[in-house]
């Protein structure tokens, strides 16, 4: 639409520009005056949309709040502010803010937009729980006197990401790993795999992307890591879409089952069944005492006591 017009102008100023040139001074002077109205209106025009201020784009999550909030940089006078929805070019009222009726937010719409901000000159709504339908453009219209409408144009991106999962398992050969990473979102993540240590890396990648029934994406990459590593080696995984934050998970490299663990576990054993065979030595012995020797004992003071009792 705007090409068209300039091009127009340009077409028109031309012939003017010509048929002008064929005069005198005066022509001159006219053709000026023709091109600063011209430019005048063509200001005009474009300061229309530019007093307002709002975002381009919102990018909420589904199941997130979104806020748009429009501003109007000029003091004018402001009798309402609607907030429409525009869907396959149609407009529909969603909300307005008036001067005199102060805030409605229309019906069907109610439990879906909040005023969080009502002034005239500056003027926020809440999207809640967003979902995909949700995403698309908006307007805020500043119904001014005498101007008309002045109209801010937000537009709202409704993203998905799930936490990745990532799997870590021990490949044939000894020091490699097989790495897997797994991320579902809308659009299709990105999933970037890392390692905390240095001399280990990744090669043979391999990426998958499903498409699931709720356009949503899982994409699942695939890595060979190699390297010796140490104790504590982590692996992560990150996955991206848009410029939303990233969502990443850390995994620990499992410890290998290496053979003098074997070895250790039998040697934990075998003490065991030697300490408990030397308490169970113990207390035998001690069963023993007690059932022979105390009795013993007890009758020789027993009979002590008769002879003391005697004397
Ligand atoms: C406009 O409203 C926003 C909240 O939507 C607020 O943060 C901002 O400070 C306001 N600006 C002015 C000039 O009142
Ligand atoms: C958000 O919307 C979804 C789908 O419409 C619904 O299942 C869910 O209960 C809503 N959550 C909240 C907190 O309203
Ligand atoms: C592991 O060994 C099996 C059979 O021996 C083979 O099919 C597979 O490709 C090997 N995997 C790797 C990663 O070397
Ligand atoms: C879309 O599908 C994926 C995989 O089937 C699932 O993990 C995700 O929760 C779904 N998203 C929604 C909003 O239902
Ligand atoms: C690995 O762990 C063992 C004990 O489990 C420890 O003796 C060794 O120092 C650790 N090595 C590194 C590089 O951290």
Redesign the pocket.
């Known amino acids: 639409m705007w090409s068209n017009k300039s091009h127009m102008l340009f077409l028109c100023s031309l012939t003017v520009h010509l048929a002008l040139n064929e005069m005198a001074n005066i022509g001159v002077l006219l053709y000026e005056f023709y091109v600063a109205v011209i430019f005048i209106f063509w200001n005009f025009d474009k300061a229309l949309t530019a007093v307002i201020q709002t975002q381009q784009t919102v990018l909420a999550a589904v199941g997130e709040d979104a806020e748009f909030s429009c501003q109007l940089l000029e003091t004018k006078d402001v009798v309402q502010v609607t907030w429409q929805k525009v869907s396959h070019d149609v407009e529909t009222n969603v909300a307005t803010y008036n001067k005199y009726f102060g805030q409605r937010v229309n019906d069907g719409f109610t439990e879906k937009f909040k005023f969080k901000h009502t002034e005239l000159q500056n003027c926020s709504i809440v999207i809640r729980n967003v979902t995909e339908q949700d995403e698309g453009c908006y307007h805020c219209l500043f119904n001014t006197y005498p101007e008309g409408s002045l109209i801010g144009r937000p537009c709202l991106q409704v993203y998905e990401l799930h936490e990745p999962v990532v799997d870590v398992r021990e ?3 000894t020091e ?1 790993w ?1 790495v897997s990473c797994s991320a579902t979102g809308r659009p299709a993540p990105t999933v970037t795999l890392s390692v905390s240590q240095q001399d280990l890396s990744f090669s043979q990648y391999n990426t998958v992307s499903v498409s699931n029934t709720n356009a949503t994406f899982t994409v699942t990459t695939t890595a ?1 890591l190699s390297g010796s590593r140490s104790n504590s080696t982590q692996v992560g995984c990150a996955a991206r879409v848009l410029s939303a934050p990233h969502r990443e998970v850390m995994e620990t490299i499992p410890e290998v089952q290496e053979e003098y663990d074997d070895d250790d576990d039998y040697d934990d054993g075998r003490i065991l069944v030697i300490l408990s065979s030397v308490l169970l030595l113990l207390l035998l012995a001690c069963f023993t005492t007690l059932i022979f020797v105390w009795p013993k004992k007890k009758s020789q003071s027993r009979n002590q006591n008769t002879f003391s009792q005697m004397r």
Do not use: A, I, K
């Open positions: 490949s044939n050969s490699e097989v060979v």
